[in-house]
């Protein structure tokens, strides 16, 4: 792990600006690490190489757009993203740390993966670790029109 001010230099000098970034590096270099850039946009540190450079993701996604509208949806910040996870982990924990059996998980998860909001492994709107988030029995998709409900709202919904 790399030094607090050396991350959010390269955060906000070279990443945010760069063309590869979409809140993760499509060229597959982790922030955190001491690699320097695989485009050469900075220098390694603590005697790393630079990271080898891969190609973008298949049909990246350029700046979200909200529920099929044109317009651009600003990206979440990580103090909401961190506000959002607290939640979900208070109501989980109240729930008695209920989780999905593993059909319904594996269903879940296929349902993200299938979605143009999934990044590799996380979700676009709400930046949650789709495989963790679709093991908890109290979460559901947070898109308007979800592709999943909590396992009490489908419970419910049945009734």
């Known amino acids: 792990m790399i030094d607090r001010a050396v991350f959010y230099d390269r955060l906000n000098r070279f990443c945010k600006p760069c063309d590869h970034w979409k809140g993760v590096c499509l060229k597959g270099h982790a922030l ?4 320097g850039c695989p485009l050469r ?3 390694p540190v603590e005697g790393a190489a630079y990271a080898p450079g891969q190609a973008d993701a298949p049909g990246a996604p350029p700046l979200r757009e909200c529920c099929g509208s044109s317009s651009a949806m600003p990206p979440l910040n990580w103090a909401q993203v961190l506000a959002a996870f607290m939640r979900s982990m208070a109501k989980w924990v109240a ?3 209920p989780l999905v059996d593993r059909q319904t998980h594996g269903a879940r ?12 492994f996380y979700c676009e709107h709400c930046r949650c670790i789709a495989f963790l988030k ?10 308007p029109e979800p592709r999943w409900r909590s396992v009490s709202a489908s419970a419910q919904a049945g009734r």
């Open 32 to 35: 955190a690490s001491p690699e």
């Open 109 to 120: 998860y296929e349902r993200c993966k299938t979605c143009t909001r999934f990044n590799r």
């Open 41 to 43: 946009l900075f220098s």
């Open 134 to 143: 679709t093991k908890l029995a109290t979460e559901e998709c947070p898109l």
């Open 95 to 97: 729930a008695g740390l």
